[in-house]
Structure formats: structure tokens, C-alpha cells
């Protein structure tokens, strides 16, 4: 028998990369319908004929990776874009990059004040905010880290861009048509199995990084949901929707154990995306005229998809999540 050695490499590859996927908390069938745009759709695809010229978006960890690329798309289609880093430095160095008109923020977003900071420097702009594209994070930090007693994935991932987002509510609903864009996560899937452990956000009962960054991110998406619902009970025309960007080799890794990267590094070639097709979805979202009255979705290859899972669909942990959120941060709203 003959073995053709670049098919067994590749076949067997294929494989891995299904285990890998499945541990990342993606199934390489839950996107079973077909839209406009596949996987291989860019940022700059999904945007071609999109005039953005007078609209103001914000982009979170505009200095790396998915932010700076979304950040680049925007500018390219004439927006004013601020572009929000931990520091002023990072956040200025991204910005000089970009050709068109451009904010530096600086946010660090498991320092409270900090992002009170960022809030009240964008209502200083006096311009209805667009979109607010929250898509900064940290990821599976091999040790348990707290900030004020807090685990830092639920911190950063969640409470800090839940801070954000409210502190500009009417600044965005002050917009022609105000769009907020939650950067999510296939790891949602790997939250605790009661979905938000309310009674172990310290993170001490049996820290495991990968559940932690999952509870953080079924979090984005929870907060999304719960974020239209209210919109929409204020008849606001201001939508928002979670979206997917899929599984892209950026430094938001950087805290992975490195046999997750180097395995990624090795077969990544078979299903992971490159940073222009990571950020099709989100620049999708962010801009189409076609979803000015989608809200409350979550997102896919530029499709709204229903998420696999219980949690997903849990109106009463949505509002549960709202409530304690607004409790731990309620001295910055």
C-alpha cells in the first residue's frame, strides 16, 4: 500500500486541529448557515462602499492585533477613530501609524478610575460616539491574579468595558444610529458549569485559567444581550450585538501554556485566521447599513448565530450578571 505522506501530514494535522478546536471551545459545525460573507472575508471586504466620513468609533487595544486592525479598516473608510490602549504611549504609537484622523486613550481597564478617565475624555469630544468596539482582554493567565479582590479575566474582559460602555450610554444613544460591539469568544463554552460563579468571582475555589477567561467572555455576551434588552425597553434605536472573530494567532495568547502555542503555531495553517479576516465580523457589525435594527445577537462570519449552550439564552443570569456587575462598580458609573 502506498501512503501519500502530505495527505497522512495533512489528515492527521486535520485531526488535531479538531481536538484543538474543541479544548479552544469551538466546533467546526456550529455554523451551519451560509450568509454573504465566509470566513475568509476581510475587514476591508465587508466594509468596500461603507462611507464612515463625520462618524466617531472607539476601538479597545487599538495597539495590537484585532484592535489595530479594526482601528485601520475605520480610518480607511473615513471615520474618526480614538483608539483606547492600557497606555498613552501605546495608544499614541498605534495612532501615528494610521492616516486618517485618530484619538489616543489611554485605558487600563482593571483600574477603574482609569477607565472613568477614558469615559469622561471621549464625552469631551462633544460627538455622538458611532460605535464603541470593546476589544481589549487578557487570556488564560496561568496563575490566579485578583485586582480588589476580583479574579483579573472578569476584571479586564468584563467589568472594566461594562464601566466603559455605561459611562457612554447616552453618548452613544446621542448617536444617528449607536452601535455597541462586544468582542466574544468560542470559550464561552468553557464557563463554569453554573455559567458566572456569583459566589467565587475572587476566582480561590479551584482557579483554572481557561474557565476563568470562559466565564469572562459567556460574560461579553451575556452583558450584550442584557445591554439591547435595555435599549430597546428605552426605545433607543442604539443596538448591540457579541460577535465571534474565530481563532487568530495575536498576543491576547500570550499567557497560553506554550504547548497550546506551539501546537497553534504548527497546524494553525488549518483553521486559524489571519488579523484582516479576524476583524470582518466586528468592522461587519460595527458599520453595515443592512443591521441598523439587528440587536442583541451574536455574530459569526458576519451571521447571527444561536450559540450552543443553556447559558446563552438565560434571561434571569443576564440579569443577574447586570445587577452584581452594577453593585462592584457602581462607585465609577
Not at 5 to 22: G, P, V
Not at 87 to 96: F, G, P, R, S
Not at 327 to 332: A, F, I, S, V
Request: glycine share 8%.
Amino acid at each position: 500500500m502506498t501512503i501519500n505522506r502530505r495527505q497522512l501530514i495533512k489528515n492527521t494535522s486535520t485531526l488535531i486541529a479538531a481536538s484543538l478546536l474543541h479544548q479552544l471551545g469551538f466546533s467546526q459545525t456550529e455554523n451551519p448557515y451560509r450568509g454573504s460573507y465566509d470566513k475568509t472575508a476581510t475587514g476591508e471586504l465587508v466594509t468596500e462602499g461603507i462611507d464612515l466620513s463625520g462618524k466617531l468609533f472607539a476601538v479597545t487595544g487599538c495597539n495590537s492585533g484585532l484592535g489595530f486592525e479594526t482601528m485601520r479598516v475605520l480610518s480607511l473608510r473615513g471615520a474618526h477613530v480614538i483608539g483606547i490602549a492600557r497606555t498613552l504611549e501605546k495608544a499614541e504609537a498605534a495612532c501615528q501609524l494610521i492616516a486618517g484622523k485618530t484619538t489616543p486613550l489611554a485605558c487600563e481597564l482593571s483600574n477603574f478610575q482609569s477607565v472613568v478617565d477614558c469615559s469622561e475624555a471621549i464625552k469631551a469630544l462633544n460627538q455622538p460616539l458611532d460605535s464603541l468596539i470593546c476589544n481589549a482582554g487578557i487570556m488564560e493567565l496561568p496563575e490566579l491574579e485578583q485586582v480588589n479582590g476580583l479574579e483579573k479575566h472578569f476584571v479586564v474582559n468584563h467589568l472594566g468595558h461594562f464601566i466603559l460602555t455605561l459611562r457612554l450610554e447616552e453618548t452613544i444613544k446621542a448617536a444617528e444610529q449607536g452601535r455597541v460591539v462586544m468582542l466574544s469568544s468560542g470559550r464561552y463554552k468553557s464557563a463554569p458549569e453554573a455559567g458566572i460563579e456569583f459566589d467565587n468571582l475572587s476566582g480561590e475555589k479551584n482557579y483554572d485559567p481557561l474557565t476563568a477567561y470562559g466565564q469572562s467572555k459567556l460574560a461579553n455576551a451575556l452583558f450584550s444581550q442584557e445591554l439591547s434588552r435595555r435599549f430597546a425597553a428605552d426605545n433607543s434605536n442604539a443596538t448591540s450585538n457579541a460577535v465571534l472573530p474565530g481563532v487568530i494567532m495575536t498576543n491576547l495568547g500570550r499567557h497560553m501554556p506554550a504547548w497550546k502555542t506551539t501546537a497553534a503555531k504548527l497546524i494553525g495553517w488549518t483553521f486559524m485566521r489571519s488579523v484582516e479576516e479576524g476583524v470582518a465580523t466586528s468592522c461587519y457589525v460595527a458599520t453595515h447599513p443592512k443591521l441598523v435594527d439587528t440587536s442583541g445577537h451574536m455574530f459569526i462570519n458576519c451571521n447571527p448565530f444561536t450559540p450552543e449552550g443553556v447559558h446563552m439564552t438565560d434571561r434571569q443570569l443576564a440579569s443577574q450578571l447586570w445587577d452584581v456587575s452594577v453593585e462592584l462598580t457602581k462607585d465609577y458609573l
